[in-house]
C-alpha cells in the first residue's frame, strides 16, 4: 500500500485553523471537505505530472498526500473518517504535521488560498462535474459510500488538470 505524507484529521485541523487566521473565517464540513479532496488531487496530480513529464524538477514525494478512503457522496467527495469527527477535529494536534515537508506545506497554502474563498455549493458544483466523483456515485444507493479509487484521482488530476 502506498504511504500517504499526512494524516487526513490532522490536515483538517489545519485547514479549519488557516481558515480562521488567513480569512476570518469558519469552515463549513463541505468546505472542509472539498478542501481536502482538491488537496489531494491537485498534490498527487503535481507530483505525478513531475515524474512522468520531461520537467526540471522531480518531487521525491509520494503521490498520495494521506490514507484515510475518500466516497463519493450527495454533495461529492468526502473523507467519513474526517466528517464523523465533527467538531472535535480542532483537537487534533498538528503542530509538526509539516515537519520535513516545507514544500508541501506551501503548496497546499497556495490550493486552500484559492478553494477557501469559494462558496459551498460552488465547491459542490465543481466537485460534481469530477469525472472520478461520477464514476463512483451511485445516485440509486441508499448509502452513497462507494469509495473514490485515489489512483484514478491522481491519473486525472496528474493530466488534464494543468
Known amino acids: 500500500m502506498v504511504k500517504g ?12 485553523n488557516y481558515n480562521r487566521k488567513k480569512f476570518s473565517s469558519e469552515t463549513s ?15 498527487g496530480g503535481f507530483v505525478r ?5 520531461n520537467t526540471e524538477v522531480k518531487i521525491d514525494k509520494s503521490e498520495w498526500l494521506f490514507n484515510e478512503d ?3 457522496w450527495v454533495y461529492g467527495p468526502a473523507l467519513p473518517e474526517v466528517y464523523h469527527e465533527g467538531e472535535n477535529i480542532v483537537n487534533f494536534n498538528n503542530e509538526n504535521l509539516f515537519d520535513g515537508n516545507l514544500d508541501v506545506k506551501n503548496f497546499l497554502d497556495g490550493i486552500l488560498d484559492e ?4 462558496s459551498d455549493f460552488k465547491l459542490v458544483e465543481i466537485s460534481h462535474s469530477d469525472s472520478c466523483w461520477k464514476k463512483y456515485f451511485n445516485p440509486n444507493s ?4 462507494n469509495v473514490i479509487n485515489k489512483e484514478d ?3 486525472l488530476y496528474g493530466v488534464n488538470s494543468w
Open 5 to 16: 505524507i499526512l494524516n487526513a484529521k490532522e490536515l483538517a485541523c489545519y485547514i479549519i
Open 29 to 43: 464540513p463541505i468546505k472542509l471537505q472539498k478542501s481536502l479532496y482538491f488537496c489531494f488531487a491537485y498534490w
Open 49 to 53: 505530472k513531475s515524474k512522468s513529464f
Open 70 to 72: 475518500i466516497e463519493a
Open 115 to 118: 478553494v477557501l474563498k469559494v
Open 142 to 145: 441508499s448509502k452513497h459510500n
Open 153 to 155: 484521482i491522481i491519473n
